[in-house]
């Protein structure tokens, strides 16, 4: 069955859909938020998977853009896909780092797909170690010139990415939990969750505490993870999420009225969380 990830960012929502030829695309529509909000001022986020199925254009390639460098045999080990969405380590902009061994390109393509989500996008800069080749890019909301800082909208990147991913290189389906359904080959085994999910809260400091999560990844996880926190009235202020494969990194320093959480509430957050990640999911999704 086909699914759709719909991510309201701004005044904006993303639509995640299946094409004719199997792969993730996605469009930018017009979308206010209710009048009404939510009595604690936190704003309430969600991502829903459903089985509505549109058929979304999607942006041509340019005939310059080079996603794929062509230096690698067929017959090479596939390597393990990594999308990071640094919130750390840049002030005013929101940091993004993607590696797939040796074999991306320019990324010119991905560039151009994020822009097309209101974005001013920077390459950074490309670096090499051992894993293989880093590309970075500096993101920025094309309207305000300030970095990201709407999970929908974090999560619409994210997924445009490996949308790209897939598209230019669909050998990383194998490796990647949306190859399940829109890639040319699935993942070969299935990541059992309660056996992938690790949640912990360390201090951070007298005004917050860090989160780590680690689940098995799925299309609109980040939003739902900041739903969650958020829900049970803890702040979250910045962090990094990372897909790795088959699996989903977060980071999140969290606090509660502007302090850092006690442990009382460090196990009401992490039971919370751990009820969320294992809960049967077929009411909203079926892949």
Known sequence: MAAVAIASAANCVVYFSSSTNNLP??????HSWPAARPPNNLQKRSVRLSSTMGIIPRVTPSATAVENDGSFPDTDTVPTPKVIIDQDSDPDATVVEITFGNRLGALLDTMNALKNLGLNVTKANVYLDSSGKHNKFSITKANTGRKVEDPELLEAIRLTIINNLLEYHPESSSQLAMGA???????????????????????????RSLLYVETADRPGLLVDLVKSITDISIAVESGEFDTEGLLAKAKFHVSYKGKAIIKPLQ?????????????????????
């Open 25 to 30: 695309v996605f469009e930018l529509k017009n």
């Open 181 to 207: 359904a829109f890639g040319v080959e699935p993942p070969k085994e299935k990541v059992d969750v309660d056996i992938a999910t690790h949640i912990s809260v360390d201090d951070d400091g007298p005004e």
């Open 267 to 287: 196990q009401v957050l992490a039971n919370s969380l751990r009820y969320f990640l294992r809960r049967p999911t077929t009411e909203e999704a079926s892949f």
